[in-house]
């Protein structure tokens, strides 16, 4: 049993007051833990919560060869949901220099797709994007 999981799918049961109450008091307890589950609780894969001009503003703010690294893993819905967001002339390119891409160590492809996951949490934090998360509802 993986714990760092279950203990983010728990945490993410939580509402959002409860769960920064719970963090900030684990910090103070456990920093290295309280960092492992945050970094937990929202993955690359995650990224499917974002809507179209999220995902579109996210992409501005990323490096293409980062990303074509953190799309090495990716399943095939995110990865659709990304070409969707980008010109078909850019998601062609990507396409091509994914298809392209080599060997990566996954250590390179965890770091691409952490600092991407890092730059979508900045941008929701300023309100420049929405991420829908696991049982919360669209606006209308």
Do not use: P
């Amino acid at each position: 049993v993986n714990g760092l999981e279950v203990a983010a799918a728990l945490v993410k049961k939580l509402n959002k007051e409860d769960t920064q109450a719970l963090l900030s008091g684990l910090g103070e307890a456990a920093a290295s833990t309280a960092e492992k589950i945050k970094k937990a609780l929202f993955t690359f894969e995650d990224l499917r919560g974002v809507d179209a001009r999220g995902m579109q503003a996210l992409l501005k703010s990323v490096a293409t060869d980062q990303l074509v690294v953190a799309l090495k893993t990716a399943s095939g819905e995110l990865r659709e949901k990304i070409f969707a967001s980008l010109s078909s002339r850019a998601a062609a390119m990507l396409r091509e220099e994914l298809e392209m891409l080599g060997a990566v160590r996954i250590t390179d492809v965890e770091n691409a797709q952490a600092a991407i996951v890092d730059s979508a949490l900045e941008l929701e934090a300023d309100g420049t994007i929405r991420i829908t998360r696991d049982g919360e509802s669209d606006l209308v």
